[in-house]
């Protein structure tokens, strides 16, 4: 299941069972550079998944319909400290500004009844999903699937890769063409020409926003667009502008515009910490994502020409970072009355959302739901601190929620105009009840553009429809609510020449409107959402947020000392020392935070609970060379007890796990030492072995009934410098009665650490030991003679280490004599 390809698996949730469901790994695994993250999302340890059930028969929601696929949202490597909510949070906010946008739920995973993770699921966008949020379920449904050619640039026809340019070489298409769209919808599955169309549209406009803008009121769906657009901004959605979303087209003609994979949103400036970049970082040519403080990212016009997605300016000039933005949106943005609308949007979203406690709410909820799932998972997976995700929800609620509303309401409040007065009106100017033209024409009269989203257009008989969120409405400008958008536009030319630089049209209006008189119908806001707004509703309180971020009036948390490092690791590959520049290791320290549920409560401030060393493989690796036997001899002298002839040493491959048949003979090595010693004497040669994960060097002895393993002697020397001294542990198998008994001790070394550190920096063998005398004292187990023991020598952390071997010994005694 932690593939591409995926396996057969058969699912348990909510008291029903489901066999035969294919679950497969998802997310991006591109071969280009990995941009501004340390692993892609294909090859994070904890994957993501897809859940495919082969019909509509799950039930996610007690609720909703019955789906064919679900989603599995991992939380691994988050923008920040790991929260757990990130995607979850993103979602509800996209739905609470009316966004087209997928439930969401926590999941406790178990994996052959054993804890797996916290995870959630995400609801797919497909044709339920369409048919959920009132869009037309046989429309075309195109995702965006390539981090960089995937923005809506029009295609070249005389290249085998059209999308794939400007700055694709035409060699590079000898070898194929890569997935930069794919088709989500059923129909017309092989016909891709209305997209084909999108963009050579959106192309005409960029070419003449001022001559052509038309065409985007006749194409797109400028509420949707403009309310997603906004939304995204509000929560400093980073990672989409060339990639994570859908392209839709409904039942008018008109192209919107689905989010997905939005688990980025209100990203900190580095993907670990709670550090801040200086300014310094955001210069023009500086290569650092710092997507919290930077202009180029956390601006409003984030995804235009000037405000791209990735950075890679010390990379080839093929990867020109102006590629990475959003075509469609630079054209919005280009246009006047849409970039009005757009910013006017914004700021509705800001008092509604940013300005109110509806994240605080949210964030403080959810933790006290999913808390206990998520400490366990963290400690599973390694993931943060100790306690992750009371780390990463202060650090979303007393740093970047309040960075984000100090940069919208302040640094950027000459773009974004201010709220819309209470008193603000609208008007019918015009209406017509009969046949497929008919319309109700609006304006507005105000000298400042008004936002009209869910505003109630009725009649006193009854009629009524609520428009679209996102509708914006600016200063003397007009909107047609029509009953057939396609035939408004084809019939009506007489507002074509009315309105050349565009007929803003919004539709399909269901019954037949009842009047045309326009003093019998009205334009009011929706009283429920007045009232939420005011505080009188359930959805959220008004409360007095916090503006930038402060870290000095706020409560120091209890903190615990630091531990040791971890695995030195990149891109997968772990064990690492030397001569791979971007490895990174981490210590990990408890910090005691309480978050209650209030948001007025004296916060805690943020302290560093984990640390990264960046360095841990920077150095330049040596030569590897045996170490001088002669200065750095192995003591002979100690006295064991001689066992069977049948003894030998082994070395095992951990990728089939404990399997005697993957095992490597290593008998003819074994020499007979004096003193009834019995192992490899490094005096005379010195073995280079490989330690591999879950396991390493391994010893079986046929153990006589009156005798019992009491200790593992190693002699060990590093392979090269500057390799650092490992930390190894023991793994003692014991196999009596056809039962195998395995426990681990942990490695010693003999003469402390300090003089064995001083050995191994100047090449020599240090000894390790692991003392097992204690394993055997249980009844149970006494009273099983064992027939074989194993030794495992490994690293602790479970990663391949290349040493040197000078001498390894088992050591016995009877159990009569038994410490």
């Given at each position: 299941m932690t593939t591409d390809e995926g396996e057969r698996v058969g699912v348990y949730f909510e008291g029903r069972y489901y066999d035969d469901v294919l679950m497969r790994r998802r997310g991006s695994n591109r071969k280009e550079a990995v941009i501004g993250v340390d692993l892609s999302a294909a090859n994070w340890p904890k994957h993501k998944f897809k859940l495919d059930f082969h019909g509509r028969v799950f039930k996610f929601d007690e609720n909703e319909r019955k789906v064919e696929e679900i989603n599995l949202q991992s939380h691994y490597q988050e923008p920040g400290e790991e929260t757990y909510l990130r995607e979850n949070l993103g979602f509800a906010i996209l739905r609470r500004a009316g966004v087209p946008a997928s439930l969401t739920k926590h999941v406790q995973v178990r994996v052959n009844n054993e804890f797996y993770g916290l995870f959630s699921l995400i609801e797919q966008v497909d044709s339920t999903f369409l048919r959920r949020n009132y869009?037309?379920?046989?429309?075309?449904?195109?995702?965006?699937?390539?981090?960089?050619?995937?923005?809506?640039?029009?295609?070249?026809?005389?290249?085998?890769?059209?999308?794939?340019?400007?700055?694709?070489?035409?060699?590079?298409?000898?070898?194929?063409?890569?997935?930069?769209?794919?088709?989500?919808?059923?129909?017309?599955?092989?016909?891709?020409?209305?997209?084909?169309?999108?963009?050579?549209?959106?192309?005409?406009?960029?070419?003449?926003?001022?001559?052509?803008?038309?065409?985007?009121?006749?194409?797109?769906?400028?509420?949707?667009?403009?309310?997603?657009?906004?939304?995204?901004?509000?929560?400093?959605?980073?990672?989409?502008?060339?990639?994570?979303?859908?392209?839709?087209?409904?039942?008018?003609?008109?192209?919107?515009?689905?989010?997905?994979?939005?688990?980025?949103?209100?990203?900190?400036?580095?993907?670990?910490?709670?550090?801040?970049?200086?300014?310094?970082?955001?210069?023009?040519?500086?290569?650092?994502?710092?997507?919290?403080?930077?202009?180029?990212?956390?601006?409003?016009?984030?995804?235009?020409?000037?405000?791209?997605?990735?950075?890679?300016?010390?990379?080839?000039?093929?990867?020109?970072?102006?590629?990475?933005?959003?075509?469609?949106?630079?054209?919005?943005?280009?246009?006047?009355?849409?970039?009005?609308?757009?910013?006017?949007?914004?700021?509705?979203?800001?008092?509604?959302?940013?300005?109110?406690?509806?994240?605080?709410?949210?964030?403080?909820?959810?933790?006290?739901?999913?808390?206990?799932?998520?400490?366990?998972?963290?400690?599973?997976?390694?993931?943060?601190?100790?306690?992750?995700?009371?780390?990463?929800?202060?650090?979303?609620?007393?740093?970047?929620?309040?960075?984000?509303?100090?940069?919208?309401f302040n640094q950027y409040s000459s773009m974004i105009p201010s709220s819309t007065p209470s008193n603000a009106r609208v008007y019918v100017s015009h209406a017509q009840k009969n046949g497929v033209e008919a319309y109700v024409k609006i304006s507005n009269p105000n000298g400042y553009a008004v936002d009209v989203s869910f505003w109630i257009v009725e009649t006193r008989g009854g009629w009524k429809y609520t428009l679209k969120p996102g509708t914006v409405l600016g200063a003397g400008r007009t909107l047609f609510v029509v009953r057939d958008a396609k035939e408004f536009r084809r019939r009506a030319t007489w507002a074509r020449r009315e309105y050349p630089e565009g007929v803003f049209v919004q539709g399909n209006f269901q019954s037949d409107l009842d009047t045309d008189d326009v003093n019998m119908i009205s334009v009011t806001r929706t009283s429920e959402r007045v009232a939420a707004l005011n505080g009188r509703g359930r959805a959220f309180r008004r409360f007095r947020p916090r503006v930038g971020f402060d870290n000095t009036s706020c409560a120091l948390p209890d903190v615990g000392p630091w531990s040791e490092y971890g695995d030195c690791c990149a891109e997968g590959k772990c064990g690492l020392w030397c001569g791979v520049q971007n490895a990174a290791r981490v210590r990990r320290r408890d910090v005691n935070i309480t978050l209650g549920l209030d948001p007025n409560d004296l916060p805690q401030c943020l302290v560093h609970s984990y640390e990264i060393d960046r360095r841990c493989a920077s150095l330049e690796c040596g030569t590897p060379r045996p170490p001088n036997s002669t200065a750095c001899r192995i003591p002979s002298n100690e006295s064991f007890v001689r066992l069977s002839r049948n003894d030998q040493s082994v070395i095992f491959s951990p990728i089939f796990g404990l399997n005697t048949r993957t095992w490597e003979d290593w008998s003819y090595k074994v020499e007979v030492a004096p003193h009834d010693a019995h192992g490899v004497d490094g005096a005379s040669k010195s073995l280079k072995i490989l330690v591999h994960s879950g396991g390493g060097l391994a010893f079986r002895a046929t153990a006589r009934n009156d005798t019992r393993l009491t200790s593992a002697h190693f002699w060990i020397a590093r392979h090269a410098p500057p390799q650092p001294l490992p930390r190894l542990v023991f793994d003692l198998e014991s196999t009596s009665d056809n039962t195998t008994t395995t426990r681990a001790a942990p490695g010693e070394f003999l003469r402390g650490i300090a003089r064995a550190q001083s050995d191994w920096n100047a090449g020599c063998y240090v000894e390790i030991i692991a003392d097992f005398a204690g394993f055997d004292d249980s009844p149970t187990t006494a009273a099983r003679e064992p027939s074989s023991v194993k030794i495992v020598l490994k690293s602790a952390f479970g990663s391949p280490t290349r040493l040197w071997l000078g001498r390894a010994v088992a050591v016995f005694s009877s159990h009569e004599n038994a410490p």
């Open positions: 869009l037309d379920p046989e429309g075309a449904l195109y995702k965006a699937v390539n981090w960089k050619y995937s923005n809506l640039r029009a295609g070249d026809p005389n290249l085998p890769c059209p999308y794939a340019t400007p700055d694709y070489k035409r060699e590079w298409m000898n070898d194929g063409c890569p997935e930069i769209y794919r088709k989500a919808s059923k129909a017309n599955r092989d016909n891709w020409d209305d997209l084909w169309e999108l963009t050579q549209v959106i192309e005409r406009v960029r070419r003449n926003p001022g001559g052509e803008a038309y065409l985007l009121y006749d194409h797109t769906n400028l509420p949707a667009l403009v309310n997603e657009m906004a939304a995204q901004t509000l929560m400093l959605g980073a990672d989409r502008c060339t990639k994570n979303y859908y392209m839709h087209k409904d039942w008018t003609g008109e192209w919107s515009r689905i989010p997905w994979d939005v688990e980025d949103v209100f990203p900190g400036d580095k993907r670990y910490g709670i550090d801040l970049c200086k300014s310094s970082e955001c210069d023009k040519k500086s290569t650092a994502y710092c997507i919290l403080s930077c202009e180029k990212f956390n601006s409003p016009l984030y995804c235009d020409r000037n405000h791209p997605q990735d950075i890679f300016y010390a990379q080839s000039p093929e990867q020109d970072p102006r590629s990475t933005y959003n075509v469609l949106i630079d054209v919005m943005l280009a246009v006047w009355p849409v970039k009005e609308m757009y910013f006017t949007r914004l700021r509705t979203l800001m008092d509604e959302i940013l300005a109110t406690s509806f994240i605080d709410d949210y964030a403080r909820r959810t933790l006290n739901i999913i808390r206990k799932d998520a400490l366990r998972d963290s400690e599973k997976w390694g993931v943060g601190a100790v306690r992750a995700i009371d780390q990463g929800v202060l650090q979303l609620l007393s740093q970047i929620v309040p960075k984000r509303r100090d940069q919208l």
